[in-house]
């Protein structure tokens, strides 16, 4: 991998360990440099300067975007502002047609996520489909991506589960369960409250369509919030949704 990264304080060169604050990953510098604008390799950066490192980096995950760099020797006491980890927020599984393709779809899913440090994705073992992976995706354009690129790519011929969502369970003892998989839900006894993801939802229609979409989004446990007319011919509706309605088939009625 080779990480971009602007240097806001102090000073890195060649041979410097630097450490990947949350990752908590420590790295050696073997190259550093400059965009100009092909890659131009220098001995060190100061502050205000934006270059790039190589340091043997071989996971994404590694280095995430927006983490923060310091050096290992003289390590900053936190790092600054603005990360944020990707969550999952769709689950669904992944299960091989054929069961001998199994190895060859944890194959791919380990290739994918070098390049993809928001895929997860954990074994799983269904009694009707067999062995297979749950995998979580940050919506379902990621989802679709993921498979066609495991069909593409790794020619997989895949069964996906129906997409879910993430749960938060809080049972009798006070204990918080997040919950991606129906087969983990506490039994009904155990269970004081169940919540789940909303999704703020801004549908801009022609005039026509209001009423049916309305219909659609009531059907669907949706809280109108409100309307704007954009246009003579054009609306725009605003729904809070629960994100489960939506990762069905709420785009294809």
């Known amino acids: 991998m080779i990480v971009y ?4 304080d102090g000073r890195v060169r060649k041979g410097d360990r630097v450490r990947l604050m949350a990752s908590r990953k420590e790295y050696e510098i073997d190259e550093l440099g400059v965009l100009s604008p092909n890659q131009v390799q220098v001995t060190d950066l100061h502050a205000g300067e934006v270059g790039y ?21 003289t390590a900053a006491s936190e790092p600054l502002p603005g990360y944020v980890e990707a969550k999952p927020m769709v689950f669904c599984g992944l299960f091989p047609i054929d069961a001998d393709q199994f190895e060859d779809l944890r194959e791919a899913l380990e290739k994918l996520k070098l390049s993809d440090a928001a895929l ?16 979580g995706f940050l919506g379902l354009l990621h989802m679709e991506i993921v498979q066609e690129r495991l069909e593409r790519e790794y020619d997989l011929d895949l ?12 049972t009798l003892k006070g204990e918080v369960l997040l919950i991606d998989n129906p087969s983990k839900l506490p039994d009904p006894q155990h269970r004081e409250k169940i919540e789940e993801p909303y999704v703020q939802v801004d549908i ?11 219909e659609l989004c009531q059907s669907r446990r949706g ?10 011919e054009r609306t725009t509706l605003i729904y809070e949704l629960p994100l489960a309605e939506v ?6 009625r």
């Open 223 to 232: 809280v109108f919030k409100d309307m704007k007319y954009l246009t003579t």
């Open 53 to 73: 490192l190589a340091a043997a980096i071989k996971a994404v995950e590694d280095a995430r975007v927006g983490d923060t760099i310091t050096l290992a020797a």
């Open 159 to 170: 069964i996906t589960t129906a997409p879910s969502v993430v749960y938060r369970v809080t």
């Open 5 to 8: 990264f602007r240097v806001m």
């Open 120 to 135: 997860n994705y954990e074994p799983e073992t269904s009694s009707a489909m067999g062995f297979g992976f749950r995998c």
């Open 204 to 214: 801009i229609t022609p005039e026509e369509y209001v009423g049916t979409l309305m």
């Open 247 to 252: 990762a069905t088939d709420f785009l294809t």
